[in-house]
């Protein structure tokens, strides 16, 4: 079983590239989150309807590491998260869900 943390983010069209990089499985997030125990996997998903907008999926062992990594890289976290700020017009936060197995 795993975790998943999934937001949405609107994004205008001249920052489209530089919110792939920034948000995408090779970007600072993943770097940041591949440093804690846990982390299995960064999905961005482009709309294909919507355009600018997108979802990422953000997949660990449990909620427990999830926490864990709040705790932990919380100042890494923000800091990162204020350089990025601009990126998008608006983010939603979706929910945290547990996966279904079996």
């Known amino acids: ?21 920034a948000y995408g499985g090779e970007g600072p997030w993943v770097d940041l989150f591949d440093e804690a125990e846990g982390f299995l996997g960064t999905w961005l998903l482009r709309d294909k309807e919507q355009q600018g907008r997108y979802l990422s999926h953000d997949r660990w062992t449990n909620r427990a590491a999830y ?14 998260d204020r350089e990025l ?18």
């Open 85 to 102: 700020d601009g990126l998008s017009t608006r983010e939603n936060y979706i929910g945290a869900y547990d996966e279904v197995t079996g």
């Open 1 to 21: 079983m795993s975790y998943s943390v999934i937001w949405e983010y609107f994004v205008p069209e001249d920052k489209r590239t530089a919110f792939e990089q």
């Open 67 to 80: 926490d864990a990594f709040k705790r932990g890289f919380a100042e890494r976290y923000e800091a990162l």
